[in-house]
């Protein structure tokens, strides 16, 4: 077998050679293997595949999701390069000849390869730790759930909500999203209709099980838990449709849990909003008064219903506190 | 050897007796599916009339206080204890419900509206409604809903005073006559429908149950070409 070693003790030539020379050549040559082809890889991810890297452009928080993954494939791409590389030079290099019967030279550890190797992946870590860190804060909490009090909000300009957003509340249930719109009156529809350029306010709740609202070109996804207000943002930034499915496993028809939604011109979506509101008007005056939680047991007039029908339990639930009673 | 072999041939047969049993038991079991279908030409705009009841018990199944829809199968004139329906591409459907059960409060007030059928009404007792209250009074037992077609119908119930049916398929008793209509799309699909009314009673919530079980409170409306 030939000689050989780790990175940058590589294998003794032929000959008297000084110490360390061979290290050097080694390094020297899978260093300039590696580097073009690093190059080329990130000039590769950077301007061709970034721009199709999920989930799109189409809102803040998407945008800010896929160029966080185009920086995240930019930075691996040339760690796994150089893994390869190295390997590759591994087998060519100092593999066993045809007729070599002799073992290795013993290993003692290379201070300088073992350094470099934890100096390195600390500072990648530590780099992405801090990066994260900076880009959950600076993209309002990049399209994810911030419970019920956020304390990333974005500076928009606006009256009439916190954040000076549209407010969407959005309410899960076995097997359907609706979607309440309390600046409109608060009726409550199957559609979701946003506005461009506009910052969004997701409330997202649920009055069963829990769920999760995903809406995936928008780069929102947020639990919807019962009883929970799970407040994310976002600003539409693209005209177009986009897709919401729940990402949470919640029950036999949870494969069917998706619907379409659409960004429109803020003109349209205010012609939307009035029509819907005199569309819905009829229900919209049986719904529970708007809140920021949605919890259906605690609504005076349900009770009454349910004492009525004869089928409430203690504390207003349907049954029993003792229930459920499985099969 | 002989002893051998006949114990090895036995246990091989018992292991795919079980794998049989499983697929047929699992895979290809379930309710059948009532054709509505046959002898309508898809894309036709053919009416197509289903029936259904929904009652306040099923007595034909392991689980007989699970409140549940049947189907009238046209072909043999009874009903199925199921929730598959089959019906043509681009036809009229009007579907008949039979509403035995009694009330439950709807869990979200919205589903008391109409929709997605032919001028967003139904007719309840041949009056249209376009929305019920079920907070308002006993009235409303369980839902009809296609999410994928939009459409929603609350199913009305008799009076809280009713004495309801107690055998399954119901054939007298007081009850309500819900109709509506719909368009199937044009193109072949299997669509999920629902009730979306909790009335899993005994389930946390009154989803589970009944609610989450095909052949009692959901199913599919097979749409063929």
């Known amino acids: 077998m030939a000689a050989g070693t780790a990175a940058g003790s590589g294998p003794a030539p032929a000959g008297p050679d000084p110490a360390g020379a061979g290290e050097a050549r080694h390094g020297l040559r899978i260093f300039l293997l590696w580097l073009p082809l690093a190059v080329a890889?990130?000039?590769?991810?950077?301007?061709?595949?970034?721009?199709?890297?999920?989930?799109?452009?189409?809102?803040?928080?998407?945008?800010?999701?896929?160029?966080?993954?185009?920086?995240?494939a930019m930075l691996a791409a040339p760690v796994m390069l150089f893994v390869l590389v190295y390997f590759g030079y591994a087998l060519a290099v100092w593999r066993q000849r045809p007729g070599d019967e002799t073992d290795g030279p013993p290993l003692h550890g290379n201070v300088r390869a073992q350094a470099s190797f934890i100096g390195i992946s600390s500072v990648i870590v530590l780099a992405l730790a801090v990066f994260g860190t900076v880009e959950l804060i600076s993209a309002q909490g990049a399209g994810a759930g911030q419970g019920p009090d956020p304390i990333w909000k974005p500076a928009a300009a606006g009256q009439g909500t916190r954040s000076g957003a549209l407010q969407v509340q959005?309410?899960?249930?076995?097997?359907?999203?609706?979607?309440?719109?309390?600046?409109?009156?608060?009726?409550?529809?199957?559609?979701?209709?946003?506005?461009?350029?506009?910052?969004?306010?997701?409330?997202?709740?649920?009055?069963?099980?829990?769920?999760?609202?995903?809406?995936?070109?928008?780069?929102?996804?947020?639990?919807?838990?019962?009883?929970?207000?799970?407040?994310a943002f976002t600003r539409p930034e693209h005209l177009g449709l986009f897709q919401v499915h729940c990402a949470e496993l919640c029950g036999l028809w949870h494969g069917a849990m998706f619907?379409?939604?659409?960004?429109?011109?803020?003109?349209s979506f205010q012609r939307w909003a009035a029509a819907t509101r005199i569309q819905l008007a009829d229900v919209t005056r049986i719904l529970p008064p708007y809140a920021l939680t949605?919890?259906?047991?605690?609504?005076?007039?349900?009770?009454?219903?349910?004492?009525?029908?004869?089928?409430?339990?203690?504390?207003?639930?349907?049954?029993?506190?003792g229930d459920p009673v499985q099969p | 050897m002989v002893g051998r072999v006949a114990v090895l041939l036995a246990a091989f047969l018992a292991v795919a007796a079980g794998a049989a049993f499983i697929v047929i038991h699992w895979f290809l079991g379930g309710p059948p599916v009532v054709d509505y279908a046959a002898g309508a030409r898809p894309d036709t705009g053919a009416h197509i009339h289903v029936l259904m009841q929904e009652d306040p018990q099923n007595t034909v199944s392991t689980h007989p206080d699970w409140v549940s829809y049947f189907i009238h199968d046209p072909a043999s004139g009874t009903w199925k204890h199921t929730t598959l329906f089959s019906v043509p591409a681009g036809s009229e459907v009007t579907i008949t419900v039979l509403g035995y059960d009694g009330c439950t409060p709807l869990r979200n007030p919205f589903w008391g509206k109409v929709t997605g059928t032919a001028g967003n009404v139904a007719y309840v007792d041949a009056k249209p409604v376009s929305v019920i209250d079920?907070?308002?009074?006993?009235?409303?037992?369980?839902?009809?809903?296609?999410?994928?077609?939009?459409?929603?119908?609350?199913?009305?119930?008799?009076?809280?005073?009713?004495?309801?049916?107690?055998?399954?398929?119901?054939?007298?008793?007081?009850?309500?006559?819900?109709?509506?209509?719909?368009?199937?799309?044009?193109?072949?699909?299997?669509?999920?429908?629902?009730?979306?009314?909790?009335?899993g009673g005994g389930f946390i919530d009154g989803f589970g149950g009944?609610?989450?079980?095909?052949?009692?409170?959901?199913?599919?409306?097979?749409?063929?070409?």
């Open chain 1, 259 to 267: 619907n379409g939604g659409e960004v429109v011109t803020v003109a």
């Open chain 2, 210 to 225: 009944p609610m989450q079980t095909i052949g009692f409170m959901t199913g599919t409306m097979q749409v063929v070409s």
């Open chain 1, 170 to 231: 959005v309410i899960g249930q076995q097997w359907k999203f609706t979607y309440r719109y309390p600046q409109f009156g608060g009726f409550e529809t199957t559609q979701l209709v946003l506005p461009e350029g506009q910052w969004v306010e997701f409330h997202v709740t649920s009055i069963d099980v829990i769920h999760s609202f995903w809406a995936y070109q928008l780069g929102v996804k947020a639990d919807a838990n019962p009883g929970v207000d799970n407040v």
């Open chain 1, 294 to 321: 949605y919890d259906p047991t605690v609504v005076p007039q349900m009770n009454k219903a349910m004492v009525k029908a004869g089928i409430a339990g203690a504390n207003g639930y349907y049954y029993p506190p």
């Open chain 1, 41 to 72: 890889a990130d000039l590769l991810i950077w301007l061709a595949l970034g721009p199709h890297l999920p989930p799109g452009t189409m809102a803040s928080a998407a945008a800010n999701q896929q160029s966080d993954f185009v920086l995240m």
């Open chain 2, 134 to 199: 079920s907070y308002a009074g006993c009235n409303v037992a369980h839902t009809f809903s296609i999410p994928a077609l939009n459409v929603n119908v609350p199913m009305a119930s008799p009076g809280l005073t009713a004495t309801l049916c107690g055998v399954s398929p119901c054939t007298s008793g007081p009850h309500v006559t819900e109709t509506f209509s719909f368009r199937t799309p044009r193109h072949p699909g299997v669509y999920v429908w629902q009730c979306r009314d909790p009335c």
